[in-house]
């Protein structure tokens, strides 16, 4: 059985290819950038709606396979910016109606649990998964994808991101912002948010766009920006992972690509006897393939969904999902 | 000294008052001891450490003048983040509350309900409230324990999760019970709380309902 996913829920537009087996025929996508400021979400939506056919197509040929061979449209049904998912929804509720094939529609942060399993090789992790629009420590217990930690407030790579576009980065900051990390030297007293199991960010930016404007050096405030909100990401991380018993932590999200994250949950797991994974960039980055590998799971645990079914989303939480196929 | 908890961020010991105060009584301690962390850098761990044991100190104290029983605080070594506190020597309600006769667990119920309502009053949350940190003592006195997550909040989310949290507790080990149980606490709750409690119970309610926290399997994890 092959399926297309389609994922549209922020800046990226992807389309990914896969069969039932787990094998990735194809993971395309093209990605959005706000001349100025952070994303609009029309001028996304608008830029996914130019690209979807391009994208759709360049899949379709990476993937070797003709149109009629698909069986089955997945599509990110949310959560995410309104004007987007709706784009991503449209495209894909016209290709099921042109191939005559179901559609299933497949939460977005499920979803990168869900390829983070499959290519990062992993049972039943304890995950982190960190982007622009999410901050969410999440593990498995019976039947649903439990959220033991999240943000309160911005998510972990919004704040790297708003934070290097504030002192005059280009986009993408998260990168810029680790590169100045890496040279900074002089640890500055940040606002260290744990409330329980959730985590801030919003006090911690603010005050290291304050230390800049003091006269710090943006090394020096990189590096400590960095250090204080990971410290709090693994130490929520560590709490879910001795409390779940789990054997293993896998890391997702735009900002696994970040090297002090991984090296610092890296270094937790290895205390707790626990394996540590991160899958390649392409899978922990917002993909085509995560929602077309998570729609054949659904699908073939006997997801069945009706056209009117497939409004978006916008705040579709993460353990509202019911997982039939644990 | 012998290791009776291993936690994700203390270890607890029981030690010998004279060998842990070098005083001349004898008699049992617990010795709380926040481990370092190498994940993150010494400046952010011993700065937590250190904040974490002056508070989890703070709040015994400040619960104890509410009138809450907790462990009493014989020392506080923030550099070392240690806290020497006094063992109570009891069971964990986890392990006695379904046991218990009738009346006698009814009684615990609203003594559980009172004492949360008076913690909330002075500003204090829990957030950790579970029937294993509850020890009744041989005396029927019951022990509030382990304020390692407990903070000075006010707020409705952070008294709600704190009720929520016990009623969960509740439900995964005392089944049998639980309905009861968590009807009496929080009728006693409302009663010693006065106005205000209506909102507190109804967040609590909310945040069941939400999903976000797992039924705990109680476990000395921390």
Same mark, same amino acid.
């Given at each position: 059985m092959i399926c297309l996913g389609i994922e549209g829920t922020a800046h990226t537009f992807g389309v990914g290819i896969a069969d039932h087996r787990g094998r990735i025929l194809a993971n395309r996508w093209k990605t959005y950038v706000p001349e100025?400021?952070?994303?609009?979400p029309r001028e996304a939506a608008q830029f996914h709606a130019e690209h979807a056919g391009d994208v759709i197509q360049e899949a379709i040929e990476k993937a070797g396979i003709s149109p009629s061979e698909i069986d089955l449209i997945a599509f990110s049904? !949310?959560?995410?910016?309104g004007p987007v998912l709706r784009t991503a929804a449209t495209a894909a509720r016209v290709l099921s109606a042109w191939l005559n094939v179901p559609i299933v529609g497949v939460n977005h942060c499920v979803a990168h649990v869900e390829i983070g399993r499959l290519t990062g090789k992993v049972k039943d992790p304890v995950t982190i998964y960190v982007s622009g629009g999410n901050t969410q420590i999440i593990a498995f217990n019976s039947g649903r994808y439990r959220v033991f930690g999240e943000t309160l407030d911005i998510p972990l790579g919004n704040c790297l991101d708003v934070f290097a576009r504030k002192i005059g980065l280009p986009h993408p900051g998260g990168p810029k912002v680790e590169e100045l990390a890496e040279r900074g030297r002089k640890y500055l007293r940040l606002p260290y948010a744990v409330k329980g199991m959730d985590m801030s960010f919003s006090g911690l930016l603010s005050e290291a766009l304050k230390l800049v404007k003091r006269g710090e050096t943006p090394e020096d405030v990189a590096y400590s920006l960095q250090e204080t909100a990971f410290a709090a990401v693994v130490e929520v991380a560590e709490r879910a992972l001795a409390h779940t018993e789990k054997s293993e932590v896998l890391l997702t999200g !735009?900002? /696994? /690509?970040?090297r002090r994250l991984r090296e610092m949950l890296r270094s937790m797991a290895e205390d707790h006897g626990a394996r540590f994974t991160v899958p390649p960039d392409e899978f922990c980055q917002d993909n085509g393939a995560m929602i077309a590998w998570t729609g054949l799971l659904a699908y073939r645990s006997g997801w069945r969904q009706k056209l009117e079914e497939t409004q978006v989303r916008q705040r579709w939480r993460t353990d509202e999902v019911e997982i039939t196929w644990r | 000294m012998e290791m009776i908890k291993k936690g994700a961020e203390a270890d607890l010991y029981l030690a010998d008052f004279s060998s842990v105060l070098h005083a001349g009584k004898s008699g049992k301690v617990v010795l709380k001891l926040r481990v370092p962390k190498r994940y993150r850098i010494r400046e952010i761990d011993s700065w937590l450490r250190k904040q974490r044991t002056s508070l989890e100190a703070k709040l015994m104290i400040d619960a104890k003048k509410a009138g809450v029983p907790t462990p009493? #605080?014989?020392? #506080?070594r923030p550099d070392d983040a240690s806290i020497v506190m006094s063992f109570c020597e009891g069971k964990q309600l986890k392990k006695v509350l379904d046991k218990l006769p009738a009346k006698k667990r009814r009684q615990i119920c609203r003594k559980i309900g009172r004492y949360i309502a008076r913690l909330h009053l002075s500003?204090?949350?829990?957030?950790d409230l579970t029937t294993s940190n509850i020890i009744l003592e041989r005396n029927g006195r019951l022990v509030l324990i382990d304020?390692?997550?407990?903070?000075y909040d006010s707020s409705v989310e952070a008294r709600g999760v704190d009720l929520h949290l016990l009623r969960r507790a509740l439900e995964s080990v005392h089944f049998r019970i639980a309905d009861e149980a968590y009807r009496l606490v929080v009728r006693e709750y409302r009663r010693t709380f006065g106005k205000g409690a209506a909102e507190i119970i109804r967040r609590a309610e909310e945040i069941s309902k939400r999903g976000r926290y797992v039924a705990r399997e109680e476990r000395a994890w921390r």
């Open positions: 100025s400021g952070g994303i609009h049904q !949310g959560p995410g910016l !735009g900002v /696994a /690509a970040n | 009493t #605080v014989l020392e #506080v500003g204090i949350v829990h957030g304020f390692g997550l407990g903070d």
